[in-house]
Protein backbone atom coordinates (compact mmCIF):
# COMPACT_ATOMS: atom_id res chain seq x y z
CA UNK A 1 0.00 0.00 0.00
CA UNK A 2 2.59 2.26 0.90
CA UNK A 3 4.85 1.91 -2.42
CA UNK A 4 1.52 2.27 -4.37
CA UNK A 5 0.81 6.06 -2.42
CA UNK A 6 4.16 6.78 -3.26
CA UNK A 7 4.22 5.21 -6.83
CA UNK A 8 0.98 7.89 -7.53
CA UNK A 9 2.67 10.41 -5.45
CA UNK A 10 5.78 10.25 -7.87
CA UNK A 11 3.90 9.54 -10.74
CA UNK A 12 5.02 6.06 -11.75
CA UNK A 13 3.33 3.30 -13.07
CA UNK A 14 1.59 1.05 -11.17
CA UNK A 15 2.49 -2.76 -12.35
CA UNK A 16 -0.03 -5.04 -11.27
CA UNK A 17 1.51 -8.67 -9.08
CA UNK A 18 2.01 -11.38 -11.37
CA UNK A 19 -0.66 -13.45 -9.30
CA UNK A 20 -2.97 -11.08 -10.80
CA UNK A 21 -2.76 -12.41 -14.12
CA UNK A 22 -2.95 -16.09 -13.89
CA UNK A 23 -0.78 -17.28 -16.15
CA UNK A 24 1.85 -19.90 -14.51
CA UNK A 25 0.94 -23.09 -13.58
CA UNK A 26 -2.11 -23.40 -10.51
CA UNK A 27 -2.44 -26.22 -8.29
CA UNK A 28 -5.79 -28.19 -7.96
CA UNK A 29 -7.34 -30.95 -5.35
CA UNK A 30 -6.46 -33.47 -7.96
CA UNK A 31 -2.94 -32.63 -7.45
CA UNK A 32 -2.26 -31.58 -11.13
CA UNK A 33 -0.76 -27.66 -12.20
CA UNK A 34 -2.73 -26.47 -14.34
CA UNK A 35 -1.71 -23.99 -17.07
CA UNK A 36 -2.40 -23.07 -20.54
CA UNK A 37 0.10 -25.28 -21.83
CA UNK A 38 -1.25 -28.26 -19.65
CA UNK A 39 -4.89 -27.99 -20.74
CA UNK A 40 -3.71 -27.62 -24.47
CA UNK A 41 -2.33 -31.31 -23.97
CA UNK A 42 -6.39 -32.43 -23.62
CA UNK A 43 -8.10 -33.21 -27.16
CA UNK A 44 -11.28 -31.96 -25.68
CA UNK A 45 -9.67 -28.15 -25.18
CA UNK A 46 -7.77 -28.28 -28.28
CA UNK A 47 -10.41 -29.31 -30.57
CA UNK A 48 -12.44 -26.65 -28.78
CA UNK A 49 -9.67 -24.03 -29.46
CA UNK A 50 -9.28 -24.91 -32.68
CA UNK A 51 -12.66 -25.07 -33.69
CA UNK A 52 -13.90 -21.44 -32.76
CA UNK A 53 -10.34 -20.18 -33.73
CA UNK A 54 -10.17 -21.43 -36.74
CA UNK A 55 -14.00 -20.91 -37.75
CA UNK A 56 -13.36 -17.46 -36.84
CA UNK A 57 -10.30 -16.93 -38.97
CA UNK A 58 -12.26 -18.45 -41.91
CA UNK A 59 -14.94 -15.32 -41.85
CA UNK A 60 -14.04 -12.42 -44.24
CA UNK A 61 -13.66 -9.13 -43.09
CA UNK A 62 -14.78 -5.55 -44.47
CA UNK A 63 -14.20 -2.70 -43.61
CA UNK A 64 -17.55 -0.27 -44.36
CA UNK A 65 -17.94 3.85 -43.94
CA UNK A 66 -21.15 5.26 -42.90
CA UNK A 67 -22.25 8.18 -44.81
CA UNK A 68 -26.00 9.95 -44.39
CA UNK A 69 -26.72 6.76 -42.41
CA UNK A 70 -25.57 4.29 -45.10
CA UNK A 71 -22.73 1.97 -45.55
CA UNK A 72 -20.48 1.97 -48.21
CA UNK A 73 -17.55 -0.48 -48.22
CA UNK A 74 -13.94 1.29 -48.16
CA UNK A 75 -11.66 -1.12 -49.67
CA UNK A 76 -8.67 2.00 -49.92
CA UNK A 77 -8.97 2.08 -46.68
CA UNK A 78 -5.54 1.31 -44.19
CA UNK A 79 -7.20 -0.83 -41.89
CA UNK A 80 -9.05 -2.82 -45.33
CA UNK A 81 -5.56 -3.47 -46.14
CA UNK A 82 -4.96 -5.09 -43.20
CA UNK A 83 -7.39 -7.60 -43.44
CA UNK A 84 -5.94 -9.04 -46.68
CA UNK A 85 -2.20 -8.90 -44.92
CA UNK A 86 -1.82 -7.99 -40.99
CA UNK A 87 1.83 -8.49 -40.50
CA UNK A 88 4.43 -9.62 -43.40
CA UNK A 89 4.25 -13.27 -41.21
CA UNK A 90 0.69 -13.96 -41.29
CA UNK A 91 -2.57 -14.04 -43.65
CA UNK A 92 -6.19 -12.39 -41.95
CA UNK A 93 -7.00 -16.26 -41.43
CA UNK A 94 -3.57 -16.83 -39.47
CA UNK A 95 -3.91 -13.51 -37.34
CA UNK A 96 -7.33 -13.94 -36.59
CA UNK A 97 -6.78 -17.58 -35.39
CA UNK A 98 -3.61 -17.10 -33.25
CA UNK A 99 -5.91 -13.76 -31.79
CA UNK A 100 -8.53 -16.01 -30.45
CA UNK A 101 -6.48 -19.03 -29.18
CA UNK A 102 -4.42 -16.28 -27.61
CA UNK A 103 -7.43 -15.04 -25.36
CA UNK A 104 -9.47 -18.25 -25.14
CA UNK A 105 -5.98 -19.84 -23.82
CA UNK A 106 -4.86 -17.00 -21.83
CA UNK A 107 -7.72 -14.82 -21.57
CA UNK A 108 -6.26 -12.06 -23.58
CA UNK A 109 -4.35 -11.43 -27.01
CA UNK A 110 -2.87 -8.84 -27.59
CA UNK A 111 -1.23 -7.31 -30.86
CA UNK A 112 0.93 -3.89 -32.00
CA UNK A 113 -0.43 -1.53 -33.98
CA UNK A 114 2.05 -0.41 -36.24
CA UNK A 115 1.53 2.99 -37.76
CA UNK A 116 3.36 5.28 -40.44
CA UNK A 117 4.94 8.24 -40.58
CA UNK A 118 1.16 9.97 -41.46
CA UNK A 119 -0.29 8.06 -38.45
CA UNK A 120 -2.19 5.80 -40.58
CA UNK A 121 -1.79 1.55 -39.45
CA UNK A 122 0.12 -0.84 -41.99
CA UNK A 123 0.83 -3.17 -39.41
CA UNK A 124 -0.81 -5.42 -36.71
CA UNK A 125 1.54 -7.22 -35.34
CA UNK A 126 0.98 -10.63 -32.92
CA UNK A 127 2.66 -10.07 -29.27
CA UNK A 128 2.74 -13.48 -27.39
CA UNK A 129 1.14 -12.98 -23.95
CA UNK A 130 3.98 -14.19 -21.95
CA UNK A 131 6.07 -11.32 -23.54
CA UNK A 132 3.81 -8.54 -21.66
CA UNK A 133 3.67 -7.36 -18.59
CA UNK A 134 0.20 -5.18 -17.93
CA UNK A 135 0.81 -1.82 -16.19
CA UNK A 136 -1.61 0.99 -14.65
CA UNK A 137 -0.57 3.73 -15.61
CA UNK A 138 -1.12 7.06 -13.13
CA UNK A 139 -4.12 8.37 -15.45
CA UNK A 140 -6.00 4.86 -14.63
CA UNK A 141 -5.54 3.88 -18.15
CA UNK A 142 -3.79 0.31 -19.35
CA UNK A 143 -0.33 0.14 -21.07
CA UNK A 144 1.52 -3.21 -21.46
CA UNK A 145 5.76 -3.71 -21.32
CA UNK A 146 6.95 -5.76 -23.86
CA UNK A 147 9.81 -7.63 -21.98
CA UNK A 148 13.09 -8.24 -24.44
CA UNK A 149 12.42 -12.23 -25.65
CA UNK A 150 14.15 -14.23 -28.09
CA UNK A 151 11.62 -16.02 -30.17
CA UNK A 152 11.70 -19.50 -31.92
CA UNK A 153 13.10 -17.13 -34.78
CA UNK A 154 15.01 -14.63 -32.73
CA UNK A 155 13.62 -11.21 -31.25
CA UNK A 156 14.29 -7.82 -30.72
CA UNK A 157 15.91 -8.07 -27.62
CA UNK A 158 14.55 -4.96 -26.77
CA UNK A 159 12.02 -4.02 -23.66
CA UNK A 160 8.96 -1.34 -24.78
CA UNK A 161 5.91 -0.02 -23.70
CA UNK A 162 2.90 -0.04 -25.35
CA UNK A 163 0.70 3.20 -24.69
CA UNK A 164 -3.27 3.31 -25.50
CA UNK A 165 -3.38 3.60 -29.05
CA UNK A 166 -0.91 1.27 -29.96
CA UNK A 167 -2.00 -2.01 -29.08
CA UNK A 168 -5.38 -4.25 -29.85
CA UNK A 169 -6.16 -6.38 -27.10
CA UNK A 170 -9.20 -8.72 -27.63
CA UNK A 171 -9.69 -10.44 -23.60
CA UNK A 172 -11.88 -12.95 -22.05
CA UNK A 173 -14.50 -11.66 -19.51
CA UNK A 174 -12.74 -9.73 -16.99
CA UNK A 175 -13.29 -9.12 -13.39
CA UNK A 176 -11.86 -5.78 -13.32
CA UNK A 177 -12.23 -4.16 -16.83
CA UNK A 178 -8.73 -4.17 -17.64
CA UNK A 179 -7.59 -7.77 -17.80
CA UNK A 180 -9.34 -10.71 -19.33
CA UNK A 181 -9.14 -14.08 -16.91
CA UNK A 182 -8.74 -17.35 -18.48
CA UNK A 183 -11.49 -19.70 -18.43
CA UNK A 184 -8.29 -21.91 -17.50
CA UNK A 185 -7.73 -20.30 -14.35
CA UNK A 186 -11.73 -20.24 -13.41
CA UNK A 187 -12.53 -23.63 -13.81
CA UNK A 188 -8.87 -25.13 -13.23
CA UNK A 189 -10.88 -27.75 -11.01
CA UNK A 190 -12.64 -29.07 -14.00
CA UNK A 191 -9.06 -29.10 -16.06
CA UNK A 192 -7.17 -30.42 -12.80
CA UNK A 193 -9.74 -33.62 -13.24
CA UNK A 194 -9.24 -34.01 -16.51
CA UNK A 195 -5.72 -33.87 -16.57
CA UNK A 196 -5.58 -36.73 -13.88
CA UNK A 197 -7.75 -38.86 -15.76
CA UNK A 198 -5.96 -38.44 -18.92
CA UNK A 199 -2.51 -39.33 -16.91
CA UNK A 200 -3.99 -42.42 -14.71
CA UNK A 201 -5.31 -43.72 -18.45
CA UNK A 202 -1.71 -43.23 -19.32
CA UNK A 203 -0.16 -45.57 -16.59
CA UNK A 204 -2.97 -48.05 -17.21
CA UNK A 205 -1.63 -48.61 -20.91
CA UNK A 206 1.81 -48.54 -19.98
CA UNK A 207 1.62 -50.78 -16.34
CA UNK A 208 -0.89 -52.99 -17.74
CA UNK A 209 0.54 -56.71 -17.81
CA UNK A 210 -1.40 -58.75 -20.36
CA UNK A 211 -2.57 -61.30 -18.94
CA UNK A 212 -3.39 -59.09 -16.07
CA UNK A 213 -3.15 -60.99 -12.53
CA UNK A 214 -1.18 -61.82 -9.56
CA UNK A 215 1.78 -64.38 -9.31
CA UNK A 216 1.05 -66.47 -5.69
CA UNK A 217 4.60 -68.82 -4.34
CA UNK A 218 5.33 -70.80 -1.89
CA UNK A 219 7.32 -68.97 0.92
CA UNK A 220 9.06 -65.91 1.03
CA UNK A 221 11.04 -64.72 -1.41
CA UNK A 222 13.97 -62.41 -1.10
CA UNK A 223 14.35 -58.40 -1.98
CA UNK A 224 16.52 -59.74 -5.06
CA UNK A 225 13.98 -62.33 -5.96
CA UNK A 226 11.09 -60.01 -6.25
CA UNK A 227 13.56 -57.36 -7.92
CA UNK A 228 14.11 -59.68 -10.88
CA UNK A 229 10.62 -61.30 -11.23
CA UNK A 230 9.54 -57.70 -11.40
CA UNK A 231 12.12 -56.42 -14.02
CA UNK A 232 11.53 -59.77 -15.79
CA UNK A 233 7.63 -59.44 -16.07
CA UNK A 234 8.46 -55.40 -16.92
CA UNK A 235 10.57 -55.96 -19.67
CA UNK A 236 8.53 -59.23 -21.56
CA UNK A 237 4.84 -58.62 -20.88
CA UNK A 238 3.94 -55.14 -19.95
CA UNK A 239 3.16 -52.77 -22.52
CA UNK A 240 0.87 -53.35 -25.81
CA UNK A 241 3.54 -54.20 -27.41
CA UNK A 242 3.85 -57.58 -25.52
CA UNK A 243 -0.15 -58.03 -25.29
CA UNK A 244 -0.89 -61.92 -25.33
CA UNK A 245 2.99 -63.60 -24.62
CA UNK A 246 3.08 -66.68 -22.84
CA UNK A 247 4.31 -66.49 -19.43
CA UNK A 248 6.40 -69.59 -18.19
CA UNK A 249 6.64 -69.87 -14.29
CA UNK A 250 8.87 -71.69 -12.22
CA UNK A 251 9.56 -73.07 -9.08
CA UNK A 252 5.65 -73.86 -8.52
CA UNK A 253 4.85 -70.07 -8.30
CA UNK A 254 0.78 -69.89 -9.63
CA UNK A 255 -0.92 -66.93 -11.89
CA UNK A 256 -4.13 -65.52 -10.47
CA UNK A 257 -5.56 -63.75 -13.17
CA UNK A 258 -7.50 -60.47 -12.28
CA UNK A 259 -9.76 -58.66 -14.11
CA UNK A 260 -10.77 -54.70 -14.60
CA UNK A 261 -12.29 -53.31 -11.07
CA UNK A 262 -15.58 -51.93 -11.65
CA UNK A 263 -13.79 -48.48 -10.04
CA UNK A 264 -11.42 -49.21 -12.97
CA UNK A 265 -14.13 -49.16 -15.13
CA UNK A 266 -16.06 -46.29 -13.76
CA UNK A 267 -12.55 -44.03 -14.42
CA UNK A 268 -12.38 -44.78 -17.96
CA UNK A 269 -16.48 -43.63 -18.33
CA UNK A 270 -15.42 -40.57 -16.33
CA UNK A 271 -12.69 -39.64 -19.63
CA UNK A 272 -15.90 -39.42 -21.98
CA UNK A 273 -17.65 -37.31 -19.45
CA UNK A 274 -14.89 -34.80 -19.03
CA UNK A 275 -15.41 -33.91 -23.04
CA UNK A 276 -19.00 -32.66 -21.76
CA UNK A 277 -17.64 -30.47 -19.10
CA UNK A 278 -14.61 -29.46 -21.18
CA UNK A 279 -17.15 -28.35 -24.12
CA UNK A 280 -19.30 -26.59 -21.62
CA UNK A 281 -16.26 -24.50 -20.61
CA UNK A 282 -15.90 -23.25 -24.12
CA UNK A 283 -19.48 -23.59 -24.87
CA UNK A 284 -19.17 -25.52 -27.82
CA UNK A 285 -21.50 -28.30 -28.84
CA UNK A 286 -19.99 -32.04 -28.30
CA UNK A 287 -20.59 -32.78 -32.45
CA UNK A 288 -18.54 -29.58 -33.17
CA UNK A 289 -14.89 -31.66 -31.86
CA UNK A 290 -16.50 -35.03 -33.19
CA UNK A 291 -17.83 -36.20 -29.94
CA UNK A 292 -21.21 -37.41 -31.41
CA UNK A 293 -22.06 -40.27 -28.63
CA UNK A 294 -25.61 -38.80 -28.28
CA UNK A 295 -25.38 -37.45 -31.52
CA UNK A 296 -28.10 -37.37 -34.58
CA UNK A 297 -27.74 -36.09 -37.96
CA UNK A 298 -30.00 -33.85 -36.90
CA UNK A 299 -29.12 -32.29 -33.84
CA UNK A 300 -25.49 -32.47 -35.60
CA UNK A 301 -26.82 -30.30 -37.77
CA UNK A 302 -28.45 -27.90 -35.65
CA UNK A 303 -25.26 -28.04 -33.50
CA UNK A 304 -23.58 -26.25 -35.91
CA UNK A 305 -26.45 -23.44 -36.05
CA UNK A 306 -25.68 -22.81 -32.14
CA UNK A 307 -22.39 -22.86 -32.65
CA UNK A 308 -22.75 -19.94 -35.16
CA UNK A 309 -25.20 -18.05 -32.26
CA UNK A 310 -24.34 -18.56 -29.06
CA UNK A 311 -19.76 -19.21 -29.68
CA UNK A 312 -18.62 -17.61 -32.70
CA UNK A 313 -21.02 -14.25 -32.68
CA UNK A 314 -19.81 -13.30 -29.42
CA UNK A 315 -16.46 -13.55 -30.35
CA UNK A 316 -17.00 -12.07 -33.48
CA UNK A 317 -18.51 -9.06 -32.03
CA UNK A 318 -15.53 -8.71 -29.69
CA UNK A 319 -13.66 -8.40 -32.73
CA UNK A 320 -15.53 -6.00 -34.10
CA UNK A 321 -15.65 -3.30 -30.84
CA UNK A 322 -12.09 -3.81 -30.22
CA UNK A 323 -11.34 -2.59 -34.18
CA UNK A 324 -13.39 0.52 -33.28
CA UNK A 325 -11.75 0.78 -30.33
CA UNK A 326 -8.26 0.73 -30.98
CA UNK A 327 -7.74 0.56 -34.66
CA UNK A 328 -9.99 3.13 -36.11
CA UNK A 329 -9.75 6.71 -35.44
CA UNK A 330 -12.40 7.95 -37.24
CA UNK A 331 -15.88 6.52 -35.63
CA UNK A 332 -17.33 6.61 -39.64
CA UNK A 333 -15.67 3.72 -40.25
CA UNK A 334 -16.02 0.02 -38.67
CA UNK A 335 -14.91 -3.26 -39.38
CA UNK A 336 -17.69 -6.14 -39.92
CA UNK A 337 -17.30 -9.67 -39.92
CA UNK A 338 -19.16 -11.45 -42.59
CA UNK A 339 -20.49 -14.63 -40.74
CA UNK A 340 -22.60 -15.39 -43.64
CA UNK A 341 -19.57 -17.20 -44.85
CA UNK A 342 -20.53 -20.18 -42.39
CA UNK A 343 -22.75 -21.17 -45.28
CA UNK A 344 -20.15 -21.62 -47.60
CA UNK A 345 -19.84 -25.06 -46.75
CA UNK A 346 -23.83 -26.04 -46.92
CA UNK A 347 -24.80 -25.68 -50.62
CA UNK A 348 -28.53 -26.36 -50.03
CA UNK A 349 -28.76 -23.76 -47.36
CA UNK A 350 -26.66 -20.91 -48.67
CA UNK A 351 -28.98 -21.40 -52.32
CA UNK A 352 -32.55 -21.38 -50.27
CA UNK A 353 -31.35 -18.20 -48.45
CA UNK A 354 -30.66 -16.66 -52.09
CA UNK A 355 -34.00 -17.36 -53.28
CA UNK A 356 -36.07 -15.89 -50.56
CA UNK A 357 -33.79 -12.85 -50.51
CA UNK A 358 -34.27 -13.06 -54.52
CA UNK A 359 -38.09 -13.20 -53.88
CA UNK A 360 -38.50 -10.64 -51.15
CA UNK A 361 -36.45 -8.32 -53.69
CA UNK A 362 -34.08 -8.01 -51.20
CA UNK A 363 -30.90 -8.84 -53.71
CA UNK A 364 -30.83 -9.55 -57.83
CA UNK A 365 -30.09 -12.30 -59.51
CA UNK A 366 -27.19 -10.72 -60.39
CA UNK A 367 -25.88 -9.36 -57.00
CA UNK A 368 -26.65 -13.19 -55.76
CA UNK A 369 -24.11 -14.15 -58.97
CA UNK A 370 -21.47 -11.83 -58.02
CA UNK A 371 -21.97 -13.58 -54.23
CA UNK A 372 -20.69 -16.84 -56.06
CA UNK A 373 -18.44 -15.76 -58.03
CA UNK A 374 -20.34 -15.54 -61.43
CA UNK A 375 -20.19 -14.10 -63.70
CA UNK A 376 -23.25 -11.33 -64.46
CA UNK A 377 -26.17 -12.54 -66.89
CA UNK A 378 -26.30 -10.33 -70.06
CA UNK A 379 -28.97 -7.93 -69.88
CA UNK A 380 -32.69 -8.73 -70.61
CA UNK A 381 -31.89 -12.20 -69.20
CA UNK A 382 -33.32 -11.84 -65.80
CA UNK A 383 -30.64 -9.77 -64.62
CA UNK A 384 -33.69 -7.88 -62.09
CA UNK A 385 -35.59 -9.64 -60.06
Not at 221 to 242: I, T, V, W, Y
Not at 313 to 324: D, G, H, L, N, S
Not at 341 to 347: K, T, V
Request: net charge neutral; hydrophobic share 45%; glycine share 8%.
Amino acid sequence: MIRAALSRLWGRPEARALSDFPGLPIGTSSGQAVSSHTAENLAAVLACVNAIASAAGSLPAYVYRSVDGRRQEAPAHPVARLTRQPNERQTWPDFVEWLLAQALLHGNALAEIVLDGAGRPVALTPIPWGNVTPVLLPSGRLAFDVVAWQGPFGGTGRSRRLLPGEFLHLKDRSDDGLIGRSRISRAREVIGTAQALQEWSGSLWRNQATPSGAIKVSGTMGADARARLGAALREGFAGPQNARKVLILESGAEWQALSVSPEDAEVLASRRFTVEELCRLYQVPPPIVQDLSHGTFTNSREAGRWFAQFTLAPWVRKIEAEFARSVFTDPAFALEVDMSALMRGDAETRWQSHKIAVDAKILTPNEVREIEGFNPMPEGEGAAA
